[in-house]
């Protein structure tokens, strides 16, 4: 059983949809990064979010940590062809471990 | 351009056949590890290193050796790989430890190895 679950699996959409993604614990993280893999690369962080409740802004994309630092999501506005990506959450853990979600593959078709 | 090299980046092998996939990174990192990536599994970590000289287990160490003679390189080890070890494989490196109670150190990937086990 994966400590942190990711939802969809998979999702493919037109480009200009928006679309969010899900990353649910039933235990409580310290902190929760998200990362985008491209093919034939290794994940590049996006974002870290260290407090219950934090929204953070990258562009068009939007990170929320909830409030009970269980879970998070990550929603994209008028998603565009360069976002395709497997998209990866890591949460930081009070046992001093860095764990990562099976990850959310992203298609945006023109 | 700071960045972190794995090589080789494709390898099909046969199982006992010793191999090594070597991980160099140019940023004086002090921290380094390797991850392994199975669908539906995401990326679970084999070993990792403090400093040189300095290695530890990670989660998945079973089938695997590293060692850490130079800051810059961290090569893995399949003494007599298997079919179980069949997967992408990733190096990454960090200024600390990818994550401890004091906060996240961000890590820096390489682009993978894609290793199959016949």
């Known amino acids: 059983t994966q400590l942190l679950e990711q939802s969809p699996q998979f999702l493919s959409i037109q480009e200009g949809e928006n679309l969010t993604v899900y990353c649910n614990s039933s235990s409580v993280f310290s902190s929760l990064q998200w990362y985008r893999q491209e093919p034939g690369e290794g994940p590049v962080l996006l974002v870290t979010v260290v407090t219950g409740g934090e929204v953070k802004k990258l562009k068009r994309l939007t990170f929320q940590f909830g409030d009970a630092r269980k879970d998070s999501s990550l929603h994209i506005t008028a998603a565009q062809p360069g976002d395709t990506g497997l998209y990866l959450c890591?949460?930081?853990?009070?046992?001093?471990?860095?764990?990562f979600g099976a990850g959310t593959i992203l298609r945006v078709k023109s | 351009e700071a960045q972190v090299t794995q090589n080789p980046r494709y390898l099909i092998t046969v199982t006992g056949k010793k191999l090594t996939v070597t991980c160099s990174q140019n940023m004086n990192h002090e921290y380094m590890s390797w991850y392994r990536q199975d669908p539906g599994l995401g990326l679970r970590q084999i070993y990792y290193?403090?400093?040189?000289?300095?290695?530890d287990k990670g989660d998945v160490p079973e089938g695997y050796k590293v060692s850490r003679k130079e800051k810059r390189n961290f090569p893995l080890i399949l003494e007599s790989p298997s079919p179980n070890q069949t997967s992408l494989y990733f190096c990454?490196?960090?200024?600390?430890?990818?994550?401890?109670?004091?906060?996240?150190?961000?890590?820096?990937f390489g682009p993978g190895t894609r290793l199959t086990v016949l």
């Open positions: 290193s403090m400093n040189v000289e300095v290695t």
């Open positions: 890591a949460a930081g853990t009070y046992g001093n471990k860095l764990v």
């Open positions: 990454a490196s960090s200024l600390g430890k990818a994550y401890s109670g004091g906060g996240h150190n961000e890590q820096f």
